[in-house]
Structure formats: C-alpha cells, structure tokens
C-alpha cells in the first residue's frame, strides 16, 4: 500500500483533502504507470487497485498519471487497469494521462482518461 512521506505530510493525506475539501477546492495526486515515478517515488505499476482505493479512501478528485520508469508496455496496455481500477472505486477521480503522446493518443485516449498529453516537446 503507498503511504504518504510521514515527515512531508505529518498528519497525512486524508486530513490534507478534507482541509482543500473545505475551502471548496478539488484536491489532485500525481503517481506513475511505471515501476517508479519520473522522481523515483513508487509508482503503481501492478498494484493499481490498492492504490486507486487508496487515493479514493483519501479523497482524491484528480489523478495525474505518468509515464517513467514503465516496464516497456505500450501505454494503451498500461494505462486501462488503473482507468478501471480507479472506476472501481465509485468515487469519481478525474484521470489526467501524461504518457507524452505516445503512440498517437487522440486515437486510443478518449476510451482510457479524462485527459492526455499530445506530445513531449518542449522548449
């Protein structure tokens, strides 16, 4: 199960929600289709139900989700199990994909996230 970084976050991420919650904000996580994520953090990669549950019990409302650190799947095979894991869940998290445009996304995201980068440029 991911834990949130006791020393970042002392009274944990739950408590971090419900405080954005009541400002009337949304409150978004960044985690990783890989093994890590693009920092080296842990990332979901096979463990995408515990997590998505995690980040439901915690009150998540947006996902971003990344692209480092994967195992060489495509990301129209990598991405679908944490979209079905967070639906899962019942609670509605918007699931932003950052697999760099990849694959031609246009094609194949819109049946997998809410939302996806259409290219890695940058200047």
């Known amino acids: 199960r991911i834990v949130a970084d006791p020393v970042a976050f002392p009274s944990g991420i739950k408590a971090l929600a419900d405080y954005i919650h009541s400002l009337g904000l949304k409150f978004g996580l960044y985690s990783d ?8 953090r842990p990332g979901s990669l096979g463990h995408e139900d515990i997590d998505a549950q995690t980040y439901a019990d915690w009150g998540v ?33 918007f699931f932003s994909m950052c697999e760099w445009g990849y694959e031609d996304p246009a094609t194949w995201a819109p049946a997998v996230g809410n939302s996806w980068r259409v290219c890695s440029i940058y200047y």
């Open 61 to 93: 409302d947006y996902l971003k989700y990344d692209n480092c650190h994967t195992d060489g799947t495509s990301p129209k095979v990598r991405y679908p199990p944490m979209r079905d894991a967070l639906n899962k869940t019942g609670r509605p998290i």
């Open 33 to 40: 289709a890989g093994l890590l994520t693009c920092a080296g």
